[in-house]
């Protein structure tokens, strides 16, 4: 089958591997769409920025170079091993990427598995990955798809799931308002998660035009921070109060400072995208308004199930940034990504 090994810094490539064969417990998918995430960016480009070091075997999967890449991705499930009573051959599924964690540590212990230093996931350093012709995983990874969601949006359930679980963090309420900083993927999967939430005052901050577009096209407000006055957008949007919540989407140092500056007392800013560099940073404006600066890694299994819900509930609306291509176009298109061209790209793998 085709798979997009990767072999170290700028170096994918397209592939014939083995065919897998699900063992007790696993079910076996023939892969229809996966996503290219800004992870993927991170391992094709700068991969030393990664937390984990896929140039030894992983501790508990022994993955190594070459790794099949995606970890947002959907199928059909074409075979099932001994034991799988809860899916069945023809089910369309969103696949669940994590896959272990150590279960011992600190992060482990207190339920946060995303936060294990051993964490293990489908598409990064398990072996398997969703951009191939075919992917074995447990049958607990998946989650069958309702009538009216398609093997598309399925793609789409994981990363929409990292905005929801950054938006969960930020704890906003109903009737709130929030900053969205950056509108790749994970900022447009913050705005719609804040929608179903019943944030209604939401402003998107991006620098690039093309994405501003596609976020006017959805509905959204949106300013310019290189051009225009994002305090001043703040202000307007809240009266003077500045946000109940921040997003960042953006993973720059400005987009974490400008952010924090428009919160509201008692604020809060999620960080939620990878930083490939340190910033400078001035605390004085926490402790004086009692803001506060929290972390959003990966999701739990119950707000993948409330993406899906939501998406048959109407919420997300794909016209404009999401974008098909083929498997063979997969580093032409994270070029275009690392130019912040565009929302989402999905490569067709069947």
């Known amino acids: 089958m085709k ?35 800004g992870s993927d960016l991170h391992f094709f480009f700068h991969p030393a920025s990664l937390p984990f070091d896929l140039d030894q075997p992983h501790p508990l999967t022994g993955a190594t170079l070459p790794q099949i890449l995606g970890h947002e991705f959907s199928g059909t499930v074409v075979e099932v091993g001994e034991g799988v009573t809860d899916v069945k051959v023809g089910d369309l599924c969103a ?50 798809l309702p009538d009216g969601v398609d093997l598309r949006m399925g793609a789409l359930v994981e990363p929409m799931a990292v905005g929801w679980h950054a938006v969960a963090r930020s704890g906003v309420e109903p009737g709130g308002s929030a900053l969205i900083a950056g509108a790749g993927p994970i900022g447009i999967g913050a705005w719609f998660a804040l929608k179903a939430r019943g944030v209604d005052r939401v402003l998107v901050s991006e620098p690039s035009a093309d994405r501003r577009a596609l976020m006017t096209a959805l509905g959204a407000r949106v300013v310019d921070p290189t051009h225009e006055d994002l305090a001043a957008a703040v202000a307007a949007l809240t009266d003077g ?51 506060e600066v929290v972390g959003a890694v990966g999701y739990r299994p119950e707000e993948f199930d409330a993406v899906i819900a939501a998406m048959a509930d109407g919420v997300y609306d794909t016209t404009g940034w999401v974008q098909e291509r083929s498997l063979e176009d997969l580093v032409d298109a994270l070029h275009a990504l690392r130019g912040g061209v565009g929302g989402k790209i999905l490569l067709r793998l069947s």
């Open 3 to 37: 798979a997009a090994r990767f072999h170290g810094k700028e170096d994918v490539r397209i592939e014939e591997v083995p065919e897998p064969r699900p063992g007790p417990g696993q079910v076996k998918l023939r892969n229809a769409f996966a996503g290219i995430c």
């Open 95 to 144: 696949v669940y990427p994590l896959a272990v964690s150590c279960g011992r540590c600190a992060a482990c212990r207190k339920g946060l598995p995303f936060s294990c230093p051993l964490m293990g996931s489908l598409g990064s350093n398990v072996e398997g990955g969703g951009l191939s012709e075919f992917t074995v995983c447990d049958a607990a990874q998946v989650h069958v």
């Open 241 to 291: 109060d500045g946000v109940d919540a921040a997003v960042d989407a953006a993973g720059a140092g400005a987009a974490v400072t400008s952010a924090v500056a428009a919160l509201a007392p008692g604020g809060r800013l999620v960080v939620a995208a990878l930083h490939e560099h340190p910033m400078d940073f001035q605390p004085t404006g926490l402790m004086m308004g009692e803001r």
